[in-house]
């Protein structure tokens, strides 16, 4: 099934059953309002869900609307844990020797893993907001799973049978901020800023064959202002299935429900697929041709990204998000729908008393 | 106002009120059953929790029950962030000269931070369960604070001004993993297993002219199997003011109602004072002697942390935990009190029908 979170002025929500295709929706009223409710006690208030996921399919749903990707929160819009893994060779390759780092010995036997800000992931239509294109603004294409609890010391066999659903996540990367930062040896902080995730939360089973082994094999596409600059396969090349992430953060504590754990950016070795993330892109340009070419985002810069299925349908729904400041002098001009209402006012306006 | 969270058998448990001498408490019924909802609403729900408070220090609580911290759970059994600093100098001296790490150079202007988990807080009497004494278990006894909504770029001023709770913490730390674990780049994960929390959250005024200048002008006592090893002041040596580090942890993204913010382990640069962790201990001997004579923890050791006021009443209740093998058979016979019921059962009762 699919699961979206509906803006409603709370904090976290109105939980709603989104249709297969995406094109309707219904409220979750009466089996839970949350997605967290409904991870907190999955055997009880899923099923219920699958039955209304089931109707809505159907067509027979008495009470379904219209789906609106824009009216959406994160389905989690906070979680008690986010922890995003690091699985994609090429990725950790190519930006690494973007910032001169080396590539940890342990690399293909321990997961690389951070553990990130989840109080207020932001939604597959938000802006995202930041202060200073000074930061390095780039945008990371990847998938991450929810979990069920998942006890200490779970083999990568069990913690995989705790995935409840999956989500497609764009994990927002301040790239200036990250070398101080990882400097000081306690990991990312101020480089890693609110997460956005896409419009649905999907069961494993949404994947049908594509599901296999703990990866997604399917393809993210990433449309930097319209332009597609990657078409990555999130399966072969994953070092680590979602099973072993999750057991690598079981290891000394246990994973309670609703725990979010990432992929990491989705990167092929084949330069064709090209790039999830800008950082990517000029590394590759520095090995090329010594420096990078490409800028990382500007103000009113647009990132797309969305995963399609073998038919070509939309599995989460897309990420579609405006990069905008958090004071508008920090820019030049906003964009016309961000000015203040007094500066598009009719001028003939200020005259009346 | 004191606030505890009381086992129930939920998730979140049980909010109640607890006397200013924690004596006494009554349940939060009729103005909120989770802490998360008061900090949530805090402008709406705390009145009501002061005037109860009010009510049960003076003896009229109608339905008053005597406070026991056996029955806590964290204040917050789960919480949206969890960040903690490293604010005081001798603590990172010596902790980094132990493990052969370099000081960073930053280390005077900008905090030094991690991320933590944050999905599976412990309570102040639960066991600390962990997988092998090879992981070199040891406490850290700190402080940390829990917030309001602070919103990015907020100043360190308007930062302490969304301080609504502090903590006593024991941010338990995994030495033997952690050299390994950071030198991967990404941060603290297995190293740092779940944290655990004094039995009452207070309000800064609680602790009046000991709240001072964002820090905490009190001392924390230690005690490792009944001896005590630590008697550090909490305020002259903290580098950063909680203000500060919230501002930090804001810098680039909004900070939600509900985010814990810790100090790091409270260290006093007169050895007199003693320590607040195991690795500290083992620093001095290092220096002084070449090798580390003391242990880390062993299953069954205890320890016991709790700060008191100028007048010696305990602020915010001990934290008192045993450590715990994961396994039974990872360590030799557990205590009694762990046994299963069969052997402590009478040796008559097995001849009975």
């Known amino acids: 099934m699919k699961l979206a979170t509906l803006k409603d002025g709370s904090r976290d929500g109105q939980l709603a059953v989104v249709s297969r295709d995406l094109s309707t929706a219904h409220f979750a009223t009466g089996i839970a309002t949350t997605l967290q409710q409904v991870l907190d006690d999955w055997n009880f208030r899923s099923p219920p869900l699958e039955d209304l996921y089931a109707t809505l399919n159907g067509g027979k749903a008495r009470h379904a609307f219209a789906f609106d990707p824009r009216h959406c929160m994160a389905p989690l819009p906070r979680a008690f844990q986010w922890a995003d893994g690091s699985a994609y060779l090429n990725h950790v390759e190519l930006v690494r020797k973007a910032r001169n780092a080396e590539m940890p010995a342990s690399f293909y036997d321990d997961p690389l893993m951070y553990q990130g800000g989840s109080d207020d992931f932001i939604g597959p239509c938000d802006d995202a907001v930041f202060g200073s294109t000074d930061w390095g603004i780039d945008f990371e294409s990847e998938l991450a799973v929810i979990t069920g ?20 996540v764009n994990d ?43 990866r997604v094999h399917l393809k993210v596409e990433s449309r930097w202002n319209g332009r597609r600059v990657g078409l990555c396969n999130a399966g072969p090349e994953m070092l680590f299935h979602f099973g072993q992430l999750v057991a690598h953060v079981a290891k000394t504590r246990n994973v309670r429900a609703g725990s979010v754990v990432g992929s990491g950016t989705i990167s092929n070795q084949d330069r064709a697929c090209g790039v999830s993330c800008i950082a990517e892109l000029r590394a590759i340009e520095t090995l090329h041709s010594g420096a990078p070419q490409t800028p990382f985002m500007q103000f009113g810069d647009t990132i797309r990204i969305e995963m399609l299925d073998d038919s070509g349908a939309s599995v989460f729904g897309a990420i579609e998000q405006r990069v905008r400041a958090l004071h508008a002098s920090a820019d030049a001009d906003p964009p016309a729908q961000d000015r203040p209402l007094e500066a598009a006012a009719d001028p003939d306006a200020a005259s009346a008393p």
């Open 172 to 214: 927002w990367s301040l790239r200036h901020l990250i070398p101080a930062e990882l400097a000081k040896g306690f990991g990312f902080l101020q480089g890693k800023p609110a997460t956005a995730f896409g419009p649905v939360a999907v069961t494993p089973d949404e994947l049908g064959p594509a599901w296999k082994g703990g």
């Open 149 to 168: 609890d998942v006890p200490m010391g779970a083999s990568p066999e069990a913690a995989l049978d705790g995935v409840r659903l999956l989500m497609l």
